[in-house]
């Protein structure tokens, strides 16, 4: 069985900062492109940042500039490093990952159960 599980999530002031970490674990073959969405009340689910196995990262443009995006393959984790919050940042922020099982023939897309950001105003 594969998990991802986020964390980090908080109140926070306009203008402030927050570390999002989302740790994979489970019988893990290989991981591909992990990622960050976000979903607000009455909103749609976008995508906020992604970054591939070997580095190369895509971002929002709401977020480029504001947050960053890494990953620890050691350590499954992947990692969403927010500044300068804004209160259109407020939202339930969702990790996923594609991950090739041990004994599987294919990669699938996995998501956690997210963890909210609160921008305070």
């Known amino acids: 069985q594969v998990q991802l599980v986020e964390s980090g999530g908080g109140l926070v002031q306009p203008g402030g900062s927050l570390r999002l970490s989302c740790a994979a674990s489970?019988?893990?073959?290989?991981?591909?492109?992990m990622g960050w969405h976000r979903q607000a009340p009455g909103k749609q689910r976008e995508l906020v940042a992604t970054?591939?196995?070997?580095?190369?990262?895509n971002y929002a443009n709401s977020v480029k500039g504001r947050f960053t995006i890494s990953r620890d393959n050691a350590k499954n984790t992947v990692y969403l490093q927010m500044n300068s919050l804004k209160p259109e940042d407020a939202a339930v922020y969702y990790c996923?990952?594609?991950?090739?099982?041990?004994?599987?023939?294919?990669?699938?897309?996995?998501w956690g159960q997210g963890t909210q950001v609160t921008v305070s105003s």
């Open positions: 996923n990952a594609g991950i090739r099982r041990y004994g599987s023939p294919i990669t699938r897309d996995y």
């Open positions: 489970g019988s893990i073959f290989s991981i591909n492109t």
């Open positions: 970054i591939t196995s070997g580095g190369s990262t």
